[in-house]
């Protein structure tokens, strides 16, 4: 086994979905150079799968390279491609909950997740969570952790998430934006091994407000935030007008890209690499990606299902891992 890096721990999801379909697919891409192990109930494989038991995560570089490696975790009911059962709910969390401990114990390196289904949790075990990153923020023990898209060409980081958008001119606090900017530079720093990120923050309003035509946010408070944070030493550019902040020339010049609300940071990342985008949370005291897509129901089982999300989301879980020093 690597000195330095040890495997990932990959969640089943829910497995009526197509994680376990891409996680095969995975590893026939990435063979032993991203090591990683499954964890979820065996026979939720796809029918042929070639996989081996592990009784531990180090023993997962061990195992040959066309061959799965498994941590078994028992599930109370079959998985039927397409359909979700709510008896499987609880299993499901478990295992999320599993793949922590281990990674926080200092058998893995970092958490990547599968796709969830948050009704299914709810309506199956009561999960009171609105999806997977509330849930490690739990487990984590921290309060304010921040969502991160990534590909090789953009990352960007949405203030605020899912929520209307109607909502978003209250929900978008400057202790909000404040702690967003600040949460995502640590994270660059220690995850991605940048050592001054370049922050470009994106306007609220059309054409960042047009000098009070078009709103005033800008005006009123998140310039004057910006250039306090700039006296404190952060690389922030803005608040730039978010159509003309994501065409190629403009995203050279900056790390990441902090936008005001879910689909202004979520369409450019999706233009730019529909397939390749990772789901990254920031502020975690453990490192977590997860592929950029959901359970896929309607295609589940057909053997169609596109891997290379969680391709990139396990290469970049390793790549942290070690900027890290895990």
């Known amino acids: 086994m690597s000195a330095t890096i040890r495997p990932l721990a990959l969640t089943c999801g829910d497995p009526a979905g197509i994680g376990s379909e891409i996680a095969v697919k995975a590893r026939g891409v990435l063979g032993p150079g991203v090591p990683f192990f499954w964890i979820g109930d065996p026979a939720h494989l796809p029918d042929g799968t070639a996989f081996s038991l592990i009784e531990r995560p180090e023993a997962a570089e061990d195992v040959a390279p066309g061959l ?3 941590l078994p975790h028992p599930f109370p009911r079959p998985a039927l491609p397409g359909r979700p059962e709510l008896e499987n709910a609880q299993a499901t969390i478990d295992v999320i909950s599993r793949a922590v ?25 009561g999960f009171t969570f609105p999806g997977h990153t ?14 991160l898209l990534a590909c090789p060409e953009l990352r960007v980081v949405p203030a605020t998430i899912h929520i209307a958008l109607a909502d978003v001119p209250l929900a978008l606090t400057p202790e909000l934006l404040e702690a967003t900017i600040r949460v995502t530079h640590a994270g660059l720093q220690r995850d991605f091994g940048i050592p001054a990120p370049r922050i470009a923050v994106a306007g609220l309003n059309p054409h960042a407000g047009e000098g009070g035509a078009m709103g005033r946010e800008e005006i009123d408070w998140i310039a004057p935030l910006l250039g306090r944070m700039v006296k404190e030493g952060f690389d922030l550019r803005g608040p730039m007008p978010p159509d003309t902040m994501f065409h190629k020339a403009a995203r050279a010049r900056y790390d990441v890209a902090v936008c005001m609300y879910h689909d202004q940071a979520l369409i450019p990342i999706k233009t730019v690499d529909f397939d390749g985008g990772v789901n990254v949370t920031l502020g975690l005291p453990f490192i977590r990606t997860s592929p950029d897509h959901g359970t896929a129901f309607d295609i589940a089982g057909k053997g169609i299902a596109n891997p290379n999300s969680l391709v990139a989301a396990l290469r970049m879980a390793q790549q942290m891992a070690a900027a890290r020093g895990a």
């Open 101 to 125: 401990g281990l990674v926080r114990a200092g058998h893995a390196a970092a958490v990547c997740t599968l796709p969830i289904n948050k009704k299914v949790l709810k309506d199956g075990a």
């Open 134 to 147: 509330e849930y490690l923020a739990h487990l984590g023990g921290v309060e304010r952790v921040v969502m």
């Open 68 to 70: 799965l490696p498994v």
